[in-house]
Antibody, heavy 124, light 111 residues
Framework: EVQLVESGGDLVKPGRSLRLSCTAS????????VAWFRQAPGKGLEWVSF??????????EYAASVKGRFTSSRDDSKSIAYLQMNSLKTEDTAIYYC???????????????WGQGTLVTVSS | QSALTQPPSASGSPGQSVTISCTGA?????????VSWYQQHPGKAPKLMIY???KRPSGVPDRFSGSKSGSTASLTVSGLQAEDEADYYC???????????FGTGTKVTVL
């Protein structure tokens, strides 16, 4: 069974840093890119970042709203993805989801597995 | 990249059909066949209902169907059931810098 479990969400002050983790199981983690999304309280979904598989260079992409502040990475040996969040702003307050693409093959831009989410609250 | 436009709400009685639109542009919905639809119940993670415009993942009832015309995609839920009451979001690929652009969301109410 495919599972994604996020951890690391917390209450932090503006300007501080936080690192989220996403622990995967039930599939060959290294074969997939990992995408991060967020959802502010009562709001819609927003793509945050993704990190490609090593087969595609392990490169990363970021939404304009977080570029330069957030960093995605992965440790395939542990089946864990990370989202390092620096210089946090109040508008970063949201539930953060990690996810796996599917069920399409090749270029795939749909998500068939999501974690349960972890809450990040940025407030003074 | 702007959000895709969805109606804020839609409703229908059990057994009826409801169709939700998702309007974008030639740079997203109109330019690629990478439109997905997600269902989200309160407090839960989104669930994929349709991908690549018309395809249903395994386990999704065939009451759910997707289509696209120009820069507008649509999700139709036929034979509405109580458990279909949820928020629905469309998503489209809009280039390597914006691989996931979401719609504004539609709350579906089963009357």
């Amino acid at each position: 069974e495919v599972q994604l479990v996020e951890s690391g969400g917390d209450l932090v002050k503006p300007g501080r840093s936080l690192r989220l983790s996403c622990t995967a199981s039930g599939f060959t983690f290294g074969d997939y890119y990992v995408a991060w999304f967020r959802q502010a309280p009562g709001k819609g979904l927003e793509w945050v970042s993704f990190v490609r598989s090593k087969a595609y260079g392990g490169t990363t992409e970021y939404a304009a709203s977080v570029k330069g502040r957030f960093t995605s990475s992965r440790d395939d040996s542990k089946s864990i993805a990370y989202l390092q969040m620096n210089s946090l702003k109040t508008e970063d307050t949201a539930i953060y989801y990690c996810s796996r693409p599917g069920p399409c093959g090749g270029d795939c831009y749909s998500i068939d597995y999501w974690g349960q989410g972890t809450l990040v609250t940025v407030s003074s | 990249q702007s959000a895709l436009t969805q109606p804020p709400s839609a409703s229908g009685s059990p057994g009826q059909s409801v169709t939700i639109s998702c309007t974008g542009a030639s740079s997203d919905v109109g330019g690629y066949n990478y439109v997905s639809w997600y269902q989200q119940h309160p407090g839960k993670a989104p669930k994929l209902m349709i991908y690549e415009v018309t395809k249903r993942p395994s386990g999704v009832p065939d009451r759910f169907s997707g289509s696209k015309s120009g820069s507008t995609a649509s999700l139709t839920v036929s034979g509405l059931q109580a458990e279909d009451e949820a928020d629905y979001y469309c998503s489209s690929y809009a280039g390597s810098n914006s691989p996931y652009v979401f719609g504004t969301g539609t709350k579906v109410t089963v009357l």
